[in-house]
């Protein structure tokens, strides 16, 4: 089992940049997808951006052209660069690893507030 921990949430003004990173325990070369989702305040948890084992990605419209996933399986990391950031994508950020199972990070924030 992969254990997935996030990092480089914070506050940032509105129109801002943030980079997450997503550190796993073991390698994820195998991984169907890799995947950073979002919960906000009252919300579902919501699909922001995907990358399959052939290299596609996949963003939702709200964030298409503003964020960027990438992998780097030597790093076994996992990462989100968020630029013109907007108050409503406020939420923990989770990290997600799918293989045989489907594995979480614990989060985290991203405020996003003048």
């Known amino acids: 089992q992969v254990q997935l921990v996030e990092s480089g949430g914070g506050l940032v003004e509105p129109g801002g940049s943030l980079r997450l990173s997503c550190a796993a325990s073991r390698s994820i070369f195998s991984a169907k997808t890799v995947a950073w989702y979002r919960q906000a305040p009252g919300k579902q948890r919501e699909s922001v951006a995907s990358i399959f084992r052939d290299g596609t990605t996949h963003y939702i419209d709200s964030v298409e052209g503003r964020f960027t996933i990438s992998r780097d399986i030597a790093k076994k990391s996992v990462y989100l660069q968020m630029s013109r950031l907007q108050p409503e994508d406020t939420a923990v950020y989770y990290c997600?690893?799918?293989?045989?199972?489907?594995?979480w990070g614990r989060g985290t924030q991203v405020t996003v507030s003048s």
């Open positions: 997600n690893v799918v293989t045989l199972k489907s594995m």
